[in-house]
């Protein structure tokens, strides 16, 4: 079974960068496409960004597009979500998981993504 740890959050200032990694362990991590998600206080998971089997394969959310870049590492199981220009409104717990449907399509809904790790705090300040 897949476990994944995530790492690399951190509080910064409006402007600002980070990048967040996530390891995985106990599976194949080359054959999964991946996908980067993240919880604000109240309100629920969404999706950010999305890797498939190919790096070239991504996909992010409207509000990160242009901002956020993520990709994957096979050699190292790693999977990465560079941040830059980061808002206050990015303040949350960022998650990443495995995709296990493609019931959603491009919706990303989080029901088609599982073995999600602990997740790792950005904070953002204005």
């Known amino acids: 079974q897949v476990q994944l740890a995530e790492s690399g959050g951190g509080s910064v200032q409006a402007g600002g960068s980070l990048i967040l990694s996530c390891v995985a362990s106990g599976g194949s991590f080359r054959w999964h496409a991946m996908g980067w998600f993240r919880r604000s206080p109240g309100k629920e998971r969404e999706f950010v960004a999305y890797?498939?089997?190919?790096?070239?394969?991504?996909y992010y959310a409207d509000s990160v597009k242009g901002r956020f870049t993520i990709s994957r590492d096979n050699a190292k199981n790693t999977l990465y979500l560079q941040m830059n220009n980061l808002k206050p409104e990015d303040t949350a717990v960022y998650y990443c998981?495995?995709?296990?449907?493609?019931?959603?399509?491009?919706?990303?809904?989080?029901?088609?993504?599982?073995?999600w790790g602990l997740g790792t705090q950005v904070t953002v300040s204005s």
């Open positions: 998981g495995v995709r296990i449907s493609y019931a959603s399509g491009s919706e990303m809904r989080t029901t088609d993504f599982a073995y």
């Open positions: 890797v498939g089997l190919s790096p070239d394969s991504t």
